[in-house]
């Protein structure tokens, strides 16, 4: 039984656009199909998403019978045409697409790289003020423990003398009033009394 077998006159790695492409295909002894038999399809090859498409055509081809007229096959060449436009069309989109994923994915990486660097600079410029105002708050505390002990050295020195003012007048009400106690006087302030 013959086979089904379609000469592309253009290599299936190259995508032309031009329309004529496809009328160069040369179609040799298409067979009636037979009933539930595929065994004399043509075989997929290639293995980019296009050359699959452009093989599920060529196999939706064979499946169907030939054109018996020049104008029937030229309504199938239209058709082949219109579809392989659509296959190139859907490859594009596809394309296109995966170039703005990969472009929103290198921005979002780059603006997460961004991120980060201002994270880790705040964070080193945070960590030198902490830094700061902890040696500042040190020595503000050590002025004021300076300061709080200079005060209570003045405390000290007041209470000191206050006590020896306080000793010397006890000592000097004593010897009054041991004199008084002699002379068997009153005190001056004391006669007003009684």
């Known amino acids: ?12 790695s190259s995508c032309p656009t031009d329309t004529t492409v496809l009328q160069r295909f040369v179609y040799k002894s298409l067979p009636a199909p037979m009933p539930n038999s595929n065994h004399f399809l043509p075989t997929l090859r290639g293995s980019s998403s296009f050359q699959r498409r452009e093989d599920q055509i060529m196999l939706g081809a064979a499946k ?5 007229t020049s104008n029937d ?10 579809e392989k436009k659509w296959s190139f069309i859907k ?10 994923n990969n472009k929103a994915q290198r921005e979002l990486s780059a ?19 902490e830094e700061y105002l902890e040696k500042k708050k040190a020595e503000y505390a050590e002025k004021k423990r300076n300061k709080a002990a200079m005060i209570h050295k003045q405390a000290e020195e007041k209470r000191a003398l206050v ?3 306080r000793g010397e007048e006890i000592l000097k009400a004593e010897e009054m009033s041991a004199k ?4 068997g006087q009153l005190p001056k302030k004391f006669m007003g009394c009684f």
């Open 91 to 100: 490859a594009w989109e596809e394309s296109e697409k995966n170039k703005a």
């Open 64 to 68: 169907q019978k030939p054109p018996k």
């Open 111 to 129: 603006i997460t790289a961004w991120e980060n660097n201002k994270k880790a600079s705040l964070e080193v410029k945070l960590k030198k003020t």
């Open 1 to 12: 039984m013959p086979k089904c077998h379609f000469m592309p006159l253009v290599s299936s």
């Open 73 to 82: 096959r030229d309504v199938a060449l239209a058709q082949l045409d219109k």
């Open 163 to 165: 006590e020896a003012r």
């Open 180 to 183: 008084f106690r002699a002379t």
